[in-house]
């Protein structure tokens, strides 16, 4: 399994999307400063996740998230469900 997801910082407007096999695993690199994209902004918490049966899909979800007009969108109304506005 392959999961796709979005990490919000605590003390700070920011969020991060990505794609792991082990979402427990990730966010520990991440809080640890082991991630140079995210080490400024720790710590983070998991705000959402979607699970996939391959890389491939997840990755494509991620693309169109982070990528597109339509996908930029999308997760906005992700985050608002999360209680989490977007910067």
Avoid: C, D
């Amino acid at each position: 399994m392959f999961f796709l997801y979005i990490l919000k910082s605590i003390q700070y407007n920011r969020n991060y999307t990505g794609v792991t096999n082990s979402v427990e695993n990730r966010l520990r690199v991440h809080n640890s400063g082991g991630s140079k994209s995210t080490k400024p902004w720790r710590p983070w918490i998991v705000a959402y996740t979607e699970q996939f049966s391959t890389l491939s899909e997840a990755k494509k979800r991620e693309w169109f998230l982070k990528y597109t007009p339509q996908g930029g969108k999308e997760k906005r109304k992700i985050l608002e469900k999360a209680g989490i506005p977007a910067p």
